[in-house]
């Protein structure tokens, strides 16, 4: 066993916690251990080997049908099933396995083997008691359906997440949960991929106990004392199939009025599945669901959904380490910069920062309270963040800072002038970085004695929202300072994106043709409500007119002449309106007018009158970003195709359903998209050229879907 297993078993093991009540080992498995205390009880605790959190897959299933075998020949008073992981209870289902799944009869026999063995822990002659504590989600929240009971540690949390991966619950939760909460908690539950904590479990009847860790055998004794309740949730008018049909339409139409069928299939199919419950057997419920789950688990959609959940947690793992950095200085307590600070301190880290304006630095405070409100914190964690959140008049913590985060105007004569004054304060070993959003940082590493330790750190707006971060390297910097640059991102719980320093870097050196072409199509008359909609036509959250306001034309503006002077083949240059509106003010969003006009919430008046926008249109402004991808990786500026397609995603939002920009043109096919650029190279004009690397682009394998 590893340490991190001893420890695990330390601390969750009841005969250790509790009264020292005496177990015997039954069996033990690879990733299972079954043992029996001196009162009857069973006791199985899942303990994935090699993995820090449990998740299932067919290994871990067989062994525990081969233990459920076991047991039942035991006579067993109870069977308490547990996670030895301190991470939490079951993760879900591995993903890994599925990914790449295209063959729908080799996955139905798959999941419904998961099924027959499921069933089996249902059918347990004896109570079963699931003691949950930190996570349970998908397939480790159906495990603990099919216990008689639920027990939840102090701060476990249930859901039901695979709508977020294209997918519905397949392993009986579909019909085991609704019969367990009213319909609408139940429905509210799958169809938002959300969870809810222990005390709102608690209230909805999922766990019958709430408990402290220390409490649990108390309680396991006090449920099997009290004895199994059958419970069943009211159902109501929705348990009658006139009224449930009713009930599903009015989902199908609020579903529709927030996503497209066509780009998430996955809630619709829920809805399908829950209108045909009514009145039919257990037996036939179970096969619809297997049978739903299938199909879209093998579909082109839910794949590459899973292939982005691939991507994250890529990036996360190259966030993993230590990052020795404890204390942040960040300089400019304008917007971005408040943010940047309030967002370190919310996750634990001490925070000093300066501004030249007093009274920007004043706003420092009021500013934060907005961003941990937004993180619904607890009121003394919030306290906390205040407290590690620190205005520096005097700008002391430069010297005292393992990170000075630079986050001042996008000027690059005014970024070296202050990078070159705050270096020689800087102790031995701290990060040196700047937030610039397109300067080269060739273009600045000449004012820092200390190359190897400067690095860029791109944060996005809004950074709440946006879980991306660019680490930017120059052609010094060390790879100490690369692998402690990334680690820092883990600790704040933003994804790395490692890019090399060139002009706009990687995400806004793709999206500047993307905007580039929109303000073109302004220009040739068309309403901005229609080019947008062109964009979120593919898939995209927001088009690019509304996201160039929430970036900031200002910034824009920026980008363009960064590109225009740094490369060789720079999008459209900037428009001349465009001049004039930043001049004016008119820099969006955050200015309350721009391209669009704000209320006071910060949402455009967009006009109901548009165009329903051709599918040209669409490739203007998509295919492009395309052609920026593929230059990108061309030039080096990412070293693989992994960083650049989750950079996108996490990022700019491209349609996370096709998977990612080059997952889409493999999908596609590259030979239709360099045809289609050709056309659209004689109509338009030479940006629309393909780049030389698209005939020399990897061949990947994409799922054809079904």
Not at 153 to 157: F, L, M, Q, S
Not at 253 to 260: D, P, T, V
Not at 534 to 560: H, K, N, Q, W, Y
Not at 652 to 660: Q, S, V, W
């Given at each position: 066993m590893t340490d991190q297993t001893n420890a695990a078993d330390e601390h969750f093991s009841l005969r250790r916690i509790a009264d020292g009540t005496v177990t015997s080992l039954i069996r033990q498995t690879v990733h299972w251990k079954l043992t029996k205390d001196r009162d009857g009880i069973g006791w199985l605790l899942l303990d994935r080997e090699g993995e820090s959190t449990n998740t299932l897959?067919?290994?871990?299933?067989?062994?525990?049908?081969?233990?459920?075998?076991?047991?039942?020949?035991?006579?067993?008073?109870?069977?308490?099933?547990?996670?030895?992981k301190p991470a939490g209870f079951v993760a879900g289902a591995d993903i890994r396995d599925?990914?790449?799944?295209?063959?729908?009869?080799?996955?139905?026999?798959?999941?419904?083997?998961?099924?027959?063995?499921?069933d089996q822990l249902a059918a347990l002659p004896f109570p079963t008691i699931a003691v949950v504590h930190g996570h349970c989600l998908g397939g480790g929240f159906e495990l603990a359906l099919a216990c008689s009971m639920r027990i939840a540690?102090?701060?476990?949390?249930f859901g039901f997440p695979e709508v977020t991966l294209g997918l519905h619950p397949g392993m009986g939760g579909t019909f085991r949960l609704p019969l367990l909460l009213k319909p609408e908690e139940a429905m509210k539950m799958m169809l938002t991929g959300g969870s809810v904590g222990a005390d709102r479990a608690k209230e909805l009847g999922l766990v019958d106990v709430v408990v402290v860790e220390r409490h649990v055998e108390m309680a396991v004794a006090q449920l099997l004392k009290r004895g199994i309740k059958r419970r069943s949730a009211p159902s109501g008018l929705s348990g009658l199939p006139v009224f449930r049909g009713t009930a599903a339409r009015r989902l199908r139409?609020?579903?529709?009025?927030?996503?497209?069928?066509?780009?998430?299939?996955?809630?619709?199919r829920l809805v399908d599945l829950w209108e045909r419950q009514s009145g039919r057997k257990r037996a036939l419920m179970q096969r619809e669901e297997i049978r739903s789950f299938v199909k879209l688990a093998t579909g082109e959609n839910a794949q590459n959904l899973m292939h982005v959940f691939g991507l994250r947690e890529t990036l996360k793992a190259r966030a993993s380490?230590?990052?020795?950095?404890?204390?942040?200085?960040?300089?400019?307590?304008?917007?971005?910069?408040?943010?940047?600070?309030?967002?370190?301190?919310?996750?634990?880290?001490?925070?000093?920062v300066t501004d030249l304006d007093q009274d920007v630095l004043a706003t420092i405070a009021p500013r934060a309270e907005k961003?941990?409100?937004?993180?619904?914190?607890?009121?003394?964690?919030?306290?906390?963040?205040?407290?590690r959140l620190i205005p520096d008049f005097a700008g002391e913590g430069v010297a005292q800072a393992d990170l000075v985060i630079e986050a001042v105007t996008e000027k690059a004569d005014i970024k070296r002038k202050l990078l070159k004054s705050i270096a020689p304060q800087m102790k031995k070993k701290a990060l040196l970085a700047t937030n610039t959003s397109s300067v080269p940082l060739d273009v600045l590493a000449g004012a820092v004695p200390f190359p190897e330790r400067f690095i860029g750190l791109h944060f996005f707006h809004p950074l709440p929202r946006i879980e991306l971060i660019e680490v930017v390297t120059n052609a010094k910097t060390s790879r100490q300072s690369k692998e402690r640059a990334a680690a820092f991102c883990g600790s704040i719980n933003r994804l790395p994106a490692m890019v090399k320093s060139s002009p706009g870097f990687l995400v806004n050196r793709v999206l500047a043709p993307y905007f580039a072409?929109?303000?073109?199509?302004?220009?040739?008359?068309?309403?901005?409500?229609?080019?947008?909609?062109?964009?979120?036509?593919?898939?995209?959250?927001?088009?690019?007119?509304?996201?160039?306001?929430?970036?900031?034309?200002?910034?824009?503006?920026?980008?363009?002449?960064?590109?225009k002077s740094g490369l060789e083949e720079p999008p459209p240059k900037a428009p001349n309106w465009l001049w004039e509106m930043v001049e004016d003010g008119c820099t969006g969003q955050k200015a309350g007018r721009g391209l669009y006009e704000y209320d006071q919430n910060g949402t455009p008046r967009k006009s109901r009158k548009r165009l329903t926008p051709h599918p040209v249109m669409t490739d203007r402004l998509v295919l492009p970003m395309l052609n920026a991808c593929v230059a990108c990786l061309r030039e080096g500026v990412v070293a693989d195709e992994e960083t650049l397609e989750?950079?996108?995603?996490?990022?700019?939002?491209?349609?996370?359903?096709?998977?990612?920009p080059l997952r889409y043109a493999r999908a596609r096919g590259i030979a239709e998209i360099m045809v289609v650029m050709e056309r659209m190279q004689e109509k338009y004009g030479e940006r629309f050229a393909p780049n030389p690397y698209w005939v020399k682009l990897p061949a990947r394998q994409v799922p054809s879907g079904t």
């Open positions: 897959n067919d290994a871990v299933m067989l062994e525990l049908e081969s233990l459920l075998e076991k047991v039942e020949s035991l006579h067993l008073k109870a069977l308490v099933i547990r996670s030895a599925l990914m790449g799944m295209t063959e729908p009869q080799a996955l139905e026999e798959r999941v419904g083997r998961a099924h027959e063995i499921v540690v102090v701060g476990a949390e139409s609020m579903l529709a009025g927030r996503s497209n069928e066509k780009h998430h299939p996955a809630p619709f380490g230590e990052s020795g950095i404890e204390h942040v200085h960040v300089i400019g307590a304008g917007e971005m910069g408040g943010d940047i600070a309030a967002w370190c301190a919310a996750h634990g880290l001490r925070v000093t961003l941990f409100d937004s993180l619904t914190v607890t009121d003394m964690a919030k306290r906390d963040a205040h407290d072409e929109a303000f073109l199509m302004l220009d040739e008359g068309m309403r901005k409500e229609t080019v947008d909609a062109a964009a979120e036509t593919f898939g995209m959250p927001i088009g690019p007119i509304e996201l160039a306001d929430r970036i900031g034309l200002d910034v824009c503006l920026e980008i363009s002449l960064t590109l989750g950079a996108l995603v996490f990022a700019t939002g491209f349609a996370p359903f096709r998977g990612g």
